[in-house]
């Protein structure tokens, strides 16, 4: 009845393929886990490799990297059953009953989200700015998120029907990090398909380090500029923001500001030291950059 398709890229999966299969099994549903390995590094085959020898679990390993969008449309498509959850691979869940809350709304709704938390202790430094950004910006509550369905909606954890995923695949034009959940998004958003969100999230545990996750902000920025430019994405916090400061004729000037800043902005962002305000300002000066 519902296909669970993790994407792999470097991580170590065998525990969530564990707490999912168990899930599966208690819940008396058919099931299928679909893991892709996205030409990880080696060791991480070595680790994963046994995970096709366990009931129901299919394991590929795919001879180049193929990116975010390619890998989810490839799983969709061999999916055996009418069902499709998708989890990150860098996915925790803690609620024993995860899978049984998605097979209740299966039938109810085309498009299911669950959310995503993260740990509460704090990390160390190095991993601080992720952290920061997911627990204030990503953790979204089921109220807020249920306010801005489409704008709040992630890859981390959702379910969708197969028949949704035909008809509106992974942009897999994208072949770079970022910003291919809000263009899939807004697709839905302009067909008047629905996503309905609820309390069942995961924990995002791989965090990276903060000089990775600004060069991966970077990349998200062009990503996210391409796609505006080619008005795959019209709305989202930071377009409409930059909408803002252009009306009121304030762009100019913080286009100057951002160039004075920029190098010092990125360097307390890679330490750990920035702010989420800091990054805001460091995103909005790229995207103005890309425009």
């Keep these: 009845m519902i296909t669970i398709c993790i994407p792999i890229y470097n991580q170590d999966v065998t525990q969530l393929v564990d707490t999912i299969v168990n899930q599966c099994e208690k819940s008396g549903e058919q099931f299928q886990v679909l893991c892709f390995d996205d030409c990880s590094q080696k ?34 498509r061999i999916s055996r059953y009418d069902f499709i959850l ?3 691979g860098d996915t925790g869940i803690e609620q024993d009953d995860f899978i049984q809350n998605y097979i209740d709304l299966i039938f109810k709704y ?10 509460s202790n704090s ?15 990503e953790s979204i509550s089921l109220k807020k998120r249920a306010l801005h369905p489409y704008s709040s909606f992630l890859t981390n954890n959702f379910m969708a029907t197969a028949k949704i995923m035909r008809e509106y695949p992974f ?8 910003y291919e959940d809000l263009e899939w998004a807004e697709r839905l958003q302009k067909s008047k398909v629905f996503i309905h969100h609820i ?8 965090l990276e380090e903060n000089e990775i996750f600004v060069d991966k902000t970077e990349k998200s920025i062009v990503n996210l500029s391409q796609l505006y430019k080619s008005k795959k994405i019209t709305d989202s916090r930071l377009i409409n923001f930059a909408k803002k400061i252009d009306i009121i004729g304030l762009q100019s000037l913080f286009q100057w500001w951002f160039g004075r800043n920029k190098i010092m902005l990125k360097s307390r962002l890679s330490s750990g030291q920035g702010s989420i305000r800091q990054l805001q300002l460091y995103k909005l000066g790229l995207f103005l950059e890309n425009n």
């Design 199 to 206: 309390n069942n999230p995961t924990i995002h545990l791989g």
């Design 43 to 76: 060791e991480y085959k070595e680790i994963n490799k046994d995970l096709g020898l366990k009931f129901n679990v299919n394991y590929t390993e795919l001879s180049e990297n193929v990116g975010r969008s390619k890998i989810r449309n490839k799983m969709a």
């Design 86 to 88: 998708f989890l990150d």
């Design 171 to 178: 942009d897999e034009s994208l072949d770079s990090y970022g």
């Design 123 to 137: 990390p160390d430094l190095k991993y601080k700015l992720h952290w920061n950004y997911g627990r204030k910006v």
């Design 110 to 119: 085309s498009v299911v989200y669950g959310g995503r938390i993260y740990q």
